[in-house]
């Protein structure tokens, strides 16, 4: 199985900032690919799908590149709310789809 | 507004047996494809099960082919789980999902997801 990684697990940022979390597949998977957000206690949010379209509602801030192996969500200047958790998701192959570990996204 | 209501969940001894729902609104639920999917406490997501729209097609993960069943009933516009033969390691967070699109490979993102309902795993 394709398995996917994200880096960092884990960052530490300020408001303003830019941040930008990778996302590696093991195998290409063209641009199958979503990200999430989720805070605590909360259910997962789509942010981003086919690799670099927006979600409706999404705010543009937020960003998604790459294609095959390789993908990175980046949020142009970081805001309170967009403290969470982010996770990538492989949607080439169905049923075998599966998300990244995550990446805690914390204030500094 | 798109609502997925989640039940069934509780506490079950190693080996027992559950039926998980997700009441579904707001939606031509027959249409879309759905989704199972589940989190360990303070662990990451995974994708569990997923059933077409007429129910014809369903798909599971490894770790639960062969125990779980996936099925629907669309003239309640509800989802199911059948969860059996449970294990320790299958303590989660359970969520239904909705596709983000009716069919092809976008209804393999998932546009609204419910709050979950826990299932517990422990003698």
């Known amino acids: 199985d394709i398995q996917m990684t994200q880096s960092p697990s884990y960052l530490s940022a300020s408001v303003g900032d830019r941040v930008t979390i990778t996302c590696r597949a093991s195998?290409?998977?063209?641009?199958?690919l979503a990200w999430y957000q989720q805070k605590p206690g909360k259910a997962p949010k789509l942010l981003i799908y086919?690799?670099?379209n927006l979600q409706s509602g999404v705010p543009s801030r937020f960003s998604g590149s790459g294609a095959g192996t390789d993908f990175t969500l980046t949020i142009s200047s970081l805001q309170p709310e967009d403290f969470a958790t982010y996770f990538c998701?492989?949607?080439?192959?169905?049923?075998?789809?599966?998300f990244g570990g995550g990446t805690k996204v914390e204030i500094k | 507004e798109v609502q997925l209501l989640e039940s069934g969940g509780g506490l079950v001894q190693p080996g027992g047996s559950l039926r998980l729902s997700c009441a579904a609104s707001?939606?031509?639920?027959?249409?879309?494809?759905m989704t199972w999917l589940r989190q360990a406490p303070g662990k990451g997501l995974e994708w569990v099960s997923t059933i077409s729209g007429s129910g014809a097609y369903t798909y599971y993960a490894d770790s639960v082919k062969g125990r779980f069943t996936i099925s629907r009933d669309n003239a309640k516009n509800t989802l199911f789980l059948q969860i059996n033969s449970l294990r320790a390691e299958d303590t989660a967070l359970y969520y239904c999902?909705?596709?983000?699109?009716?069919?092809?490979?976008?209804?393999?993102?998932?546009?609204?997801w419910g709050q979950g309902t826990l299932v517990t795993v422990s003698s």
């Open positions: 999902a909705k596709g983000l699109a009716a069919g092809g490979t976008d209804s393999r993102y998932f546009d609204y």
């Open positions: 707001e939606f031509t639920f027959s249409t879309y494809a």
């Open positions: 998701q492989r949607a080439d192959s169905f049923p075998r789809l599966a």
């Open positions: 195998q290409g998977i063209s641009y199958w």
């Open positions: 086919g690799a670099s």
